[in-house]
């Protein structure tokens, strides 16, 4: 059986779960404000990994989160596992485009992918991504500006967007 290495970080939107191979490769992020670290880490076991708490495999992935959180990295260059259906998978790299510091809407993220009428299927994809913050779906925001829901919960999604520069205090 393969082990998933587990670690906790701290982020603009505070505690993040995170879970590398061996080799360091990023298959998994939750937020600690939702996901107690027991259950983080028991849903990686039902999932079929031994798991261990040890942050050493991980240690580019937290150097390249610290970074981002002291504002000196706008963009992620982490090897990234992401198991999911082939529209997802397409959603997620649409998502990655979406520069540092701007939104776009669930429709506009449809009309990349080449049909605009699957704002809702772009809205599934994005709340499967298993590697928040890194695969930026707190980028994606309603067709009128609203802030719709996000797994780490508004508060952290708002924090990020403000971290980015993508909303300014006080605006929600």
């Avoid at 000196?72 to 997802?88: A, C, N, V």
């Avoid at 998502?95 to 080449?114: H, K, V």
């Avoid at 980028?139 to 300014?168: C, D, P, S, W, Y």
Wanted: charged share 15%; hydrophobic share 40%.
């Amino acid at each position: 059986m393969k082990t998933k290495y587990l670690t906790t970080t701290e982020s603009p939107a505070g505690p993040l779960h995170l879970a590398v191979t061996e080799t360091g490769v990023l298959t998994d992020v939750s937020f600690g404000c939702v996901t107690p670290p027991a259950e983080f880490e028991a849903g990686i076991q039902r999932r079929g990994f031994d798991t261990t708490w040890d942050p050493a495999p991980a240690q580019p992935v937290l150097a390249q989160l610290a970074e981002y959180s002291a504002g000196t990295r706008t963009d992620f260059d982490i090897p990234l596992e992401m198991t999911g259906s082939e529209w997802e998978r397409a959603v997620w790299s649409a998502l990655g485009t979406i520069p540092f510091g701007e939104t776009r809407s669930y429709g506009q993220i449809a009309s990349q992918l080449g049909d605009p009428t699957k704002a809702r299927a772009v809205g599934w994809a994005n709340a499967a991504n298993p590697i928040p913050v890194i695969v930026p779906c707190h980028r994606v925001i309603g067709a009128a500006g609203n802030l719709t829901g996000f797994g780490g919960g508004i508060e952290a999604k708002i924090q990020l967007l403000i971290h980015e520069g993508a909303m300014l205090p006080g605006f929600a």
